[in-house]
């Protein structure tokens, strides 16, 4: 199983990104699938989580800005990030999980200058 996180970089205030999820191994139509995120010294915290039926939740910091989807014909999830902030920065890591399985990908730097 491989989760394959891309998409980050560096971005000014107010910008965009989305990052992608790619997976080889499972498949995103049977598994809950999400994106955390972790800034230097702090914990890992819960930016979007969608669950197999395909409803999804975000962190309060994020709602109204992030989108999270899936594409399940390209076994593909995405984080739409709009209006970017500082307090976004951070490395971003995808999540998939079901029952006893938890599957975690390498994750992809997020940078927001001010």
């Known amino acids: 199983v491989q989760l394959q996180a891309s998409g980050g970089g560096l971005v000014q205030a107010g910008g965009s990104l989305r990052l992608s999820c790619a997976a080889s191994g499972i498949a995103f139509r049977w598994m809950n699938v999400g994106w955390y995120r972790q800034a230097p010294g702090q914990q890992r915290e819960l930016v979007a989580t969608?669950?197999?039926?395909?409803?999804?939740n975000y962190g309060d910091s994020v709602k109204g800005r992030f989108t999270i989807s899936r594409d399940i014909a390209k076994n593909t999830l995405y984080l739409q990030m709009n209006k970017l902030q500082p307090e976004d920065t951070g490395m971003y890591y995808c999540?998939?999980?079901?029952?006893?399985?938890?599957?975690w990908g390498q994750g992809t730097q997020v940078t927001v200058s001010s």
């Open positions: 999540n998939s999980w079901v029952l006893r399985s938890d599957y």
């Open positions: 969608m669950t197999a039926a395909g409803t999804p």
